[in-house]
């Protein structure tokens, strides 16, 4: 999940913005740290969650979690029943002072009813989390770089990614694998940045911009081929705030980033594209002034 993220050039704030699962869970679930995660249903529905908000199939992660826990001695009848325990008291804080020093086991009655009560809340949450992930996935999932009908090129876009708040430290993105393919051929022979496309190409270019517009970088590359990695890097003030790594397919690819310009961005913004070793092929630069309504 992590590779298909870094990928799609979707930070993992912007993941935990659209799933509601703490930073710290989605770290733990991308370095495999399952000690780091809550038992049973709910590590799995950060899975799933996390999964589909990338637009891949969850269900070969899932099993390779479920052997790891049965690994780590989870999934036995001793752990099902300490976690109805742990619903249980969840729901009804009360029944932890009723608790004396030693609990006999519990009848099936009692058994019968945790089970009802947790599948009634796993219920709940799963679909609070369907809710939030189908309400924010359009503003934070990465589309997959798509064939266009025109056979001279075709287009790679990198999807809006929120921009952190100016306070704030950026978090840099993991890279991709290393492409160990030569990039002298790459170069960038029409760029520009404006308020979005038309037909694939560029419309409303500018160079000054208001709080609150979604602002385009467009390039035209040639000379690449599969396999080869365009970077579009965002700079407030010289401060980095978002970087796309966009795949190449071809000899005439057309690609671009989106940003959303939020309150408190007002000043100079310089966007870079970049080969996958460094080397600068287009540069534009625009200002952002102050939303006065």
């Given at each position: 999940?992590?590779?298909a993220?870094a990928a799609?050039g979707?930070?993992l704030?912007a993941?935990?913005?659209?799933?509601?699962?703490?930073l710290r869970?989605?770290?733990?679930?991308e370095?495999?740290?399952?000690?780091?995660?809550?038992?049973?249903?709910f590590?799995?529905?950060y899975?799933?969650?996390?999964?589909?908000l990338?637009?891949?199939d969850?269900?070969?992660i899932?099993?390779?979690?479920?052997l790891?826990?049965?690994?780590r001695?989870?999934?036995?009848?001793?752990e099902?029943?300490?976690l109805l325990?742990?619903?249980s008291?969840?729901?009804d804080?009360r029944?932890e002072?009723k608790?004396?020093?030693?609990?006999s086991?519990?009848r099936?009655?009692?058994v019968?009813?945790?089970?009802?009560?947790?599948?009634?809340?796993?219920a709940v949450?799963?679909?609070?989390?369907w809710?939030?992930?189908?309400?924010q996935a359009?503003?934070t999932?990465a589309a997959?770089?798509?064939?266009?009908?025109a056979?001279?090129?075709?287009?790679?876009?990198?999807?809006p990614v929120?921009?952190?708040?100016?306070a704030a430290?950026a978090?840099?993105?993991?890279?991709?694998p290393?492409v160990r393919?030569?990039t002298d051929?790459?170069q960038?022979?029409?760029?520009g940045?404006g308020?979005?496309?038309?037909?694939?190409?560029l419309?409303?270019?500018?160079?000054?911009f208001?709080?609150?517009?979604h602002?385009?970088?467009?390039?035209?590359?040639?000379?690449?081929?599969?396999g080869?990695?365009?970077?579009?890097?965002?700079f407030?003030?010289?401060?980095a705030?978002?970087?796309?790594?966009?795949?190449?397919g071809?000899?005439?690819w057309r690609t671009?980033?989106r940003?959303l310009?939020p309150?408190g961005?007002?000043?100079?913004w310089t966007?870079?594209?970049?080969?996958?070793?460094?080397?600068?092929?287009?540069r534009d630069?625009?200002l952002?002034e102050p939303?006065?309504?």
């Open positions: 999940m992590r590779r993220r799609r979707v930070t704030e993941v935990s913005d659209g799933t509601r699962i703490a869970h989605l770290e733990a679930l370095r495999s740290d399952l000690d780091a995660l809550p038992a049973g249903p590590g799995k529905g899975v799933r969650a996390y999964a589909k990338l637009g891949i969850p269900e070969p899932l099993e390779a979690y479920r790891r826990e049965r690994q001695g989870f999934g036995t009848a001793e099902e029943h300490r325990e742990q619903l008291h969840l729901v804080p029944a002072r608790r004396g020093p030693a609990l086991p519990p099936p009655a009692r019968i009813a945790f089970a009802a009560l947790a599948f009634v809340v796993l949450l799963g679909a609070l989390g809710f939030l992930i189908r309400a359009p503003q999932a997959t770089p798509q064939p266009q009908p056979p001279e090129a075709t287009e790679t876009v990198a999807a929120p921009t952190p708040a100016p430290a978090r840099p993105t993991p890279r991709p290393a393919l030569s051929a790459l960038v022979s029409d760029h940045v308020t979005g496309l038309v037909e694939h190409r419309v409303g270019r500018a160079d000054l208001a709080e609150g517009t602002v385009s970088f467009w390039t035209l590359v040639l000379g690449g081929q599969p080869y990695v365009i970077r579009h890097v965002w407030q003030e010289g401060r705030v978002m970087r796309a790594d966009l795949p190449i071809g000899a005439h671009y980033s940003l310009l309150r961005s007002a000043g100079r966007v870079e594209a970049r080969t996958s070793d460094g080397r600068l092929l287009a630069e625009f952002c939303d006065r309504r």
